[in-house]
């Protein structure tokens, strides 16, 4: 199944991975913007966590550093919330908004947040999904049998659902992280609130563009289940 050398491919997806790159590139530059900016409170990415965990209350949650710029995470099986070189040691507005994410990410976690329990759940799910789907989509295709190629279709959708229940988690983390950081007096101007709203909603727009790029891809699967069925009825 030549994908790439399909014209139809770029039609269809090609916007879609546009659309990620023009938001990763947003996210970048505002992420380079506010970690210029230092925060006025004067503390680090690991201080402004070890802050807020202390302040709501999480001592289940342990901090540590890990490798890359903007790896930052937070792991709901370990309780383990890794800073990534981008925020761990820096002072600025833009890693304070990052780590209050990731914090959210926890608190989310310990309030046993409905749609963080459903975006765990459906990782199996996603996982076999888009391993097997694009198997039984060649399989269903090749053999011509429709009703195959549509289960495959359905299979590496999960990675559109996964994708999509993943926004609103997103979203919740972010508003967290922002309801944290003024709780804790953290947002001392105008200016320093800006920016880390700023760089939230930058880091949305990501989860926005892989969303729609996942469902552009199915989109572009259903196109070929379409096409192998009119050629399957074909007269001849
Ligand atoms: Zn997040």
Do not use: C
Not at 29 to 39: E, H, I, M, Q, S
Not at 121 to 150: C, D, K, M, R
Request: proline share 4%.
């Amino acid at each position: 199944m030549p994908i790439q050398g399909d014209p139809l491919y770029w039609l269809i997806v090609g916007p879609a991975i546009l659309i990620m790159l023009i938001a990763q590139w947003r996210m970048q530059a505002t992420f380079r913007k506010w970690g210029d900016v230092p925060n006025s409170v004067d503390l680090e990415g690991n201080q402004i966590a070890a802050r807020l965990l202390n302040a709501f209350n999480m001592p289940e949650v342990t901090v540590q550093g890990i490798r890359g710029e903007l790896t930052d995470n937070y792991n709901p099986m370990s309780n383990v919330l890794s800073l990534s070189q981008s925020t761990v040691r820096e002072e600025s507005v833009a890693a304070m908004a990052v780590v209050a994410h990731e914090v959210g990410h926890a608190q989310q976690d310990a309030q046993n947040s409905l749609l963080m329990r459903i975006r765990s759940g459906i990782v199996p799910l996603v996982h076999f999904g888009s391993q097997l789907g694009p198997l039984v989509f060649i399989a269903g295709l090749a053999a011509g049998i429709g009703w195959l190629t549509w289960i495959g279709i359905a299979l590496f959708g999960t990675a559109f659902l996964f994708a999509l229940v993943t926004l609103p988690v997103e979203i919740n983390a972010s508003n967290r992280a922002m309801e944290m950081l003024e709780q804790t007096n953290m947002l001392a101007s105008q200016r320093e609130r800006r920016g880390a709203r700023a760089v939230l909603t930058a880091a949305a727009w990501t989860y926005v563009a892989g969303m729609l790029n996942a469902l552009f891809q199915v989109f572009y699967f259903i196109s070929l289940a379409l096409r192998g069925q009119r050629r399957g009825d074909g007269p001849n």
